[in-house]
Nanobody
Framework: LQLVESGGGLVQPGGSLRLSCAAS????????IGWFRQAPGEEREGVSC????????VYADSVKGRFTISRDNGKKAVYLQMNALKPQDTAVYYC????????????????????WGPGTQVNVSS
């Protein structure tokens, strides 16, 4: 059971990136997927989470209105569209799976989330 993130890179402030979280070895149909990020020297934080059907999504206040999470279970993928990027969005972004989002996606230790990917680096800088 493995998740792999991709789509990171260097972008100027105000720019956009779309991150992908791809599953191998299992179906995503029964899994909620969370996106998380960790900046150097800081604690990992929850960014967003989407239910297994995609009907329910939730966002951290810091990204609400700028980021959009979505999924395509047929492609076994979850996406994070990031618009209006700010330098403070710079971090390594991770995805992980759980049976549901609940409230655990918001805070360390993100109980129940597993199959963490290796992460993808996002740098927002001019």
């Amino acid at each position: 059971l493995q998740l792999v993130e991709s789509g990171g890179g260097l972008v100027q402030p105000g720019g956009s990136l779309r991150l992908s979280c791809a599953a191998s070895g299992f179906s995503l149909d029964d899994s909620a997927i969370g996106w998380f990020r960790q900046a150097p020297g800081e604690e990992r934080e929850g960014v967003s989470c989407i239910s297994n059907s995609g009907a329910w999504t939730v966002y951290a206040d810091s990204v609400k209105g700028r980021f959009t999470i979505s999924r395509d279970n047929g492609k076994k993928a979850v996406y994070l569209q990031m618009n209006a990027l700010k330098p403070q969005d710079t971090a390594v972004y991770y995805c992980a799976a759980n049976t549901l989002c609940g409230t655990q996606w918001r805070k360390v230790p993100f109980l129940g989330f597993s199959s963490w990917g290796p992460g993808t680096q996002v740098n927002v800088s001019s």
